[in-house]
T-cell receptor
Framework: QKEVEQNSGPLSVPEGAIASLNCTYSDRGSQSFFWYRQYSGKSPELIMFIYSNGDKEDGRFTAQLNKASQYVSLLIRDSQPSDSATYLCAVMSAGGTSYGKLTFGQGTILTVHP | AAGVIQSPRHLIKEKRETATLKCYPIPRHDTVYWYQQGPGQDPQFLISFYEKMQSDKGSIPDRFSAQQFSDYHSELNMSSLELGDSALYFC?????????????FGDGTRLSIL
């Protein structure tokens, strides 16, 4: 079992809909969680990060964290075709010399069709 | 704002050759992370440095070595290159000790082994 698991894709939503991306992690001690967007052949681009239970909103994006369930999600409202990309969930190690290391999920491919 | 700079952007090598990838972190960042992303894969952590000392080591082959210099830039040295080393190599930087500090990635180096 991977340390970070994302919901299997690909995910296809119509333009204007809400896209929901999910991620679970195995290290209960993890403190910081990140969502990156990656276009093919490009570097990961930070979308959101969250470290407290609850919701965090930034424009059309909302990250949700539930540490008890070891679950983090990303909602994209009013999805646009330009949101079509691979979304990577990443969990940061907080312990010792592994501090700061990111462990990524396998990614979810999102397609927003007009 | 200044970002993480990687060079070269593209590199083509033949089997058994050597390659050196360079990473210049965001100014004042003291920690550098290297990741390898194979085709269709999520980024895998290779190695990290804090204040010029190796802080953590992941799935990095013994053929690879890296270091961080006094100006905080880092170099990843790869020898006896194999076809399986063809991948995108990303560098990220951050400030050590701040778990809420997200990592920002450079544009990456695409390494192709012929």
């Amino acid at each position: 079992q991977k340390e970070v698991e994302q919901n299997s894709g690909p995910l296809s939503v119509p333009e204007g809909a809400i896209a929901s991306l999910n991620c679970t992690y195995s290290d209960r001690g993890s403190q910081s969680f990140f969502w990156y967007r990656q276009y093919s052949g490009k570097s990961p681009e930070l979308i959101m990060f969250i470290y407290s239970n609850g919701d965090k909103e930034d424009g059309r994006f909302t990250a949700q964290l539930n540490k008890a369930s070891q679950y983090v999600s990303l909602l994209i409202r009013d999805s646009q075709p330009s949101d079509s990309a691979t979304y990577l969930c990443a969990v940061m190690s907080a312990g010792g010399t592994s501090y700061g290391k990111l462990t990524f999920g396998q990614g979810t491919i999102l397609t927003v069709h007009p | 704002a200044a970002g993480v700079i990687q060079s070269p952007r593209h590199l083509i090598k033949e089997k058994r050759e050597t390659a050196t990838l360079k990473c210049y972190p965001i100014p004042r960042h003291d920690t550098v992370y290297w990741y390898q992303q194979g085709p269709g894969q999520d980024p895998q952590f290779l190695i990290s440095f804090y204040e010029k000392m190796q802080s953590d080591k992941g799935s990095i082959p013994d053929r690879f070595s890296a270091q961080q210099f006094s100006d905080y830039h880092s170099e990843l040295n790869m020898s006896s290159l194999e076809l399986g080393d063809s991948a995108l190599y990303f560098c990220a930087s951050s400030l050590w000790g701040n778990s809420n500090q997200p990592q920002h990635f450079g544009d990456g180096t695409r390494l192709s082994i012929l």
